[in-house]
């Protein structure tokens, strides 16, 4: 297997990473691979073996994949997956699976796809990023032991209690929608992981994402919100509006974002922009 470096997040996967590598080791001859102990780790990696390297492996969750992309973009380096994260959602919208012999067939046979990034103020994003209720619910996810049903729980936690963030729009073309709503969502993929597709539309190789904008909705319509949203039902409706852009900016009275899934403060203004084909991915 040569010119591939394998990334670990030791802490994803529920911190048993040790399968992974045995099997790998078992099929490959000494496989350059790199246990990550921080995010300036897996940086100072990738920096040592950029040269040398054509694609690099990231096993992990969309924060692990996001790191490792953001020292490929607009380059020759292609990115490849191993998914071991909660949703995987960046995993599933790019036909990654949990099957080692698939992504040593897929390494060997080295066909590539160019797709779409975007930025949050210069802030690298692959999948989905976001503000309001999501963001929330990921700062108190982080609190917790990963996992879909610790998810489903603080997500429930937080609703009752979340006061909608109030949104002003600065592109003027867009200034219609200022107002208050649950959350706001940057999808440049179609979901956010474990199959909950909050922008069923969304492609990641248009120049554009999705801004989807979700106003808080009564008890009664969650049934409909979750059951739409896990068929990729989701539409434009009373709730819920759907804005495709290459590029918008925004002021929003919280810090509180996540990136692919990831913590963020971000601080208004915001600007997102669109970086076309600007990730080769191995397909």
Not at 49 to 68: C, E, K, P, Q, R
Not at 123 to 129: E, F, R
Not at 140 to 164: A, D, L, M
Request: without cysteine; charged residues 20%; proline residues 4%.
């Amino acid at each position: 297997m040569e010119n591939v470096a394998f990334i670990i997040n030791p802490f994803s996967a529920k911190k048993n990473y040790a399968p992974f590598l045995n099997a790998l080791q078992k099929k490959v001859n000494n496989p350059l691979f790199y246990i990550s102990d921080s995010i300036e780790g897996t940086f100072n990696f990738i920096d040592e073996n950029f040269a040398t390297t054509d694609i690099f492996v990231a096993v992990g969750g969309d924060g692990t994949i996001s790191t490792v992309a953001q020292k490929l973009i607009d380059s020759d380096k292609i990115l490849a997956i191993f998914p071991a994260g909660s949703g995987n959602g960046f995993s599933n919208e790019t036909k990654f699976s949990k099957n080692l012999d698939e992504l040593l067939a897929k390494l060997s046979n080295r066909k590539v796809k160019e797709i779409d990034t975007f930025t949050v103020n210069g802030k690298l994003s692959i999948n989905v990023s976001g503000t309001g209720f999501d963001g929330k619910v990921v700062k108190e996810f982080e609190k917790t032991e990963r996992g879909f049903k610790n998810y489903i729980k603080v997500s429930i936690q937080t609703f009752f209690n979340y006061k909608p963030i109030n949104v002003q729009f600065l592109t003027e073309n867009f200034q219609q929608y200022n107002g208050k709503y649950l959350m706001l969502n940057i999808a440049n993929t179609r979901q956010f992981g474990n199959n909950a597709y909050i922008a069923p539309k969304a492609s990641k190789s248009d120049g554009l994402v999705d801004v989807v904008l979700v106003k808080k909705f009564p008890l009664t319509y969650s049934p409909f919100f979750a059951f739409r949203m896990f068929t990729k039902r989701l539409k434009d409706d009373s709730y819920v509006t759907y804005l495709p852009v290459a590029e918008i900016e925004f002021e929003v009275n919280t810090t509180n974002w996540h990136l692919d899934g990831e913590f963020n403060n971000i601080k208004s203004p915001v600007k997102i922009k669109v970086q076309p084909k600007s990730l080769k991915i191995l397909q």
